[in-house]
Structure formats: C-alpha cells, structure tokens
C-alpha cells in the first residue's frame, strides 16, 4: 500500500471573485504536486438587466461551470469595501448567490480575505494588482490572454485554497 506522500491526489478548485458587473472565474486541478489551470474566464453581466436578473445570470455561469468541470472546492473571496455601501450590497449579493449554488452541489466552501490571497500568492499583504498578476503568471501556467483583474483574482483565490490546505 502506498504512502499519503506516494498516493496520487487529485483535487478540482473552482476560484471566484466575487462581482455582479464581472465575476472572475477558475478551475484549477492539483494532480500529485503539479497545479495547474484547466479554465478561467471573467463573466460579465448588462447594467441594463434588473439587479435580480443579473444574479439569476449569475447562477446560471456558476451553475454552468461546475457541472462542466465537477470542482469539489469553491474558494471565494471575502468582502472588503471602505466606501460605497450600495456596490458592496449588490457584490455581496452575487457572492451569496454564488455560495448558495455552491453548496446546492456539494461543494466544500472556502472563504478567504483579500490580505490572505495575497500573503499566500505573494507573500505580501499590501500587494496591488499588478504585484498579484505578475505572481499568479509564475505560479501556474496561463495559455491565453487575460484582459481583467477578476480573472487573476479567480486564479489566486484557487491558489491560495491549495496553499492553505485545509480542503
């Protein structure tokens, strides 16, 4: 019988940062040792949709992607806003929306801090958004362009589930 270190473990992360303009989505696989990112997108919705609309589109993404890539992890991030009480509401809405859809799969919730992604991604807690990209590039292998920081925020949430190790 092999050894816990000699085993082959597999594990899927779907990684979220949380937004009802854009949400950025990630599925990363731990195979063994090697991580890797198998899908990222940055999924947007209309500012002319209803509120309650945008968050039923939401879902759906959501939805979506986890029946098309079985994750058993949602790492997501938490809230943090200093102003605008109105966009932190609406944000935290579609962060609710996407945690019920998570757990109506089955999936295990992870919850992080921005300061945590980014201690855990680059080691600094103050670190801005290009810090976190230019980390997340040399983390995992990224095959395409990416045009918006939700997307490298997805990425570094799943990253940060697989640093931390509590899944």
């Known amino acids: 019988m092999a050894s816990l270190s000699q085993q082959k473990i597999k594990m899927i992360i779907l ?3 949380p937004g ?3 949400l950025g ?7 063994g040792s090697k991580e890797s990112l198998i899908h990222s997108d940055c999924f947007k919705t209309s500012a002319k949709e209803e509120h309650c609309e945008r968050l039923n589109q939401i879902g759906a993404e959501v939805e979506k992607v986890i029946k098309r890539f079985k994750p058993e992890v949602l790492a997501i991030e938490t809230l943090f806003f200093e102003t605008n009480a109105k966009t932190a509401m609406k944000v935290a809405e579609a962060r609710g929306t996407v945690i019920y859809v998570a757990k109506k799969n089955n999936l295990l919730v992870r919850e992080f801090s921005p300061i945590q992604i980014k201690v855990a991604v680059t080691g600094y807690g103050k670190s801005d958004k290009k810090q976190m990209a230019f980390m997340v590039d040399r983390l995992i292998k990224i095959d395409k362009e990416i045009k918006y920081d ?8 799943g990253l ?3 640093a931390i190790k509590k899944t």
Do not use: M, S
Request: aromatic share 12%; net charge negative.
């Open 25 to 31: 989505i990630a599925i990363l696989e731990k195979n």
């Open 150 to 157: 939700d997307e490298y925020d997805a990425i570094a949430a």
């Open 15 to 17: 990684g979220i940062d």
């Open 160 to 162: 940060t589930a697989f």
């Open 20 to 22: 009802y303009e854009r």
